[in-house]
């Protein structure tokens, strides 16, 4: 059952590519599939959720890992970490290779268009989810797709860090779609080890110009205070202050969710 904070939710469960999970459904309107980080959907990854819900969308979340509900510790994010390091459905280690995962969110998205229409689907992932979105964009249903500090394969040696996390094939036809005009945002901060500067030059590459790249300066003394480790950029390093450069990202995604999924978008 879900917890207090997520009581004014629906939920649901839902089977496709051999995965069964829970999925939280809130909103009226075009669909936004949000996908959570480690160690799960923590109450700002639900806050997240509501701001795209509160922009007119309807919202599903699916709960991959964790404890919905639960706030991020040092324990629960190490146990959630380890289950993502050796479940099979996340490819967590593997070159040049799409999660298996992305199965089961392709058939949610097709099934969440169909019932909420649109010109299609939008999608963001977090750390370990970051780049699902993109892996999803094989499917014209994706329209909108936002990768928010992608960190898989995690960033252990020179390939892994400049990998991207998608099949050759898969990223033969997410250049094609980039190319034809589906436009991609990206989210990081400069010092987040977890995703390096060759991943993020390997997105630039395969997606030209059609890649927002979006990197908020987390250098030591940077003129905002983001830490060096700062990772979360819309969720636990949000600074949510106007002004801020971590409130204007959020708000470049939300205004990205609003533009894409428009009635007469494209």
Known sequence: MSGPDLAGWNQYEYTAADLTRTVY??????????????????????????????????????????????????????????????????????????????????????????????????????????????????????????????????????????????SDADLARISERAANGCEVLGLRFSHDSFVPDARWANLEAALGDRFIAVTLDSAPGNAHGHKEKAHSVLTEDLDDRDGTPTRAALDQVLDFFDAKLAADAG
Do not use: N
């Open 25 to 166: 459904r809130k909103g009226e309107g075009t669909a936004v599939i949000v996908i959570h980080e480690i160690p799960g959907i923590t109450p700002k990854v639900q806050a997240f959720a509501e701001k795209v819900v509160e922009r007119g969308h309807t919202v599903f979340m699916p709960s991959l890992v964790g404890t919905p509900g639960k706030a991020p510790a040092v324990p629960y994010l190490m146990q959630s970490m380890l289950k993502v390091c050796v479940a099979k459905e996340f490819a967590t280690w593997a070159l040049r290779s799409t999660s298996p995962a992305i199965g089961f969110l392709r058939a949610l998205a097709k099934e969440a268009h169909a019932e909420c229409g649109g010109p299609g689907v939008g999608a963001v992932g977090m750390c370990f989810s970051g780049g699902f979105a993109l892996a999803m964009m094989v499917d014209d249903t994706m329209v909108a797709p936002v990768l928010s500090q992608p960190s898989m394969p995690f960033a252990v040696g020179t390939a892994r860090s400049a990998d991207i996390g998608v």
